[in-house]
């Protein structure tokens, strides 16, 4: 099995910073993209940022500039550095990898359980 764990979620002030967390553990060959999704009740879930396993990046269009997604020096892990926080960036934030299991397997996408951002002053 393979699983993924957020943390650093919170309640922040409007303007404020959070930094979340996420870490991949169990049977993993490898990993290619990771990344960072929210939802809010009743909206679908939205990609905030991933990050290849070779550095790529790609963020939304309203996270351009305030959000940095980084793979940490620790294996299998991402991390978002969130500035600027807005209300509206009140959400659940998941964390997301591809994952290989053996060589031979294909990459299957796996989610954390999601940690709730609240920008609220």
């Known amino acids: 099995q393979v699983q993924l764990v957020e943390s650093g979620g919170g309640l922040v002030q409007p303007g404020g910073s959070l930094r979340l967390s996420c870490a991949a553990s169990?049977?993993?060959?490898?990993?290619?993209?990771m990344g960072w999704y929210r939802q809010v009740p009743g909206k679908q879930r939205e990609m905030v940022a991933r990050?290849?396993?070779?550095?790529?990046?790609d963020y939304a269009h309203s996270m351009l500039g305030r959000f940095i997604i980084s793979r940490d020096n620790a294996p299998n892990t991402v991390s978002l550095q969130m500035n600027s926080l807005k209300p509206e960036d009140t959400a659940v934030y998941y964390c997301?990898?591809?994952?290989?299991?053996?060589?031979?397997?294909?990459?299957?996408?796996?989610w954390g359980q999601g940690t709730q951002v609240t920008v609220s002053s």
């Open positions: 169990g049977s993993i060959f490898s990993i290619n993209t």
């Open positions: 990050i290849t396993s070779g550095g790529t990046t």
């Open positions: 997301n990898a591809d994952v290989r299991r053996t060589i031979r397997s294909a990459y299957i996408a796996y």
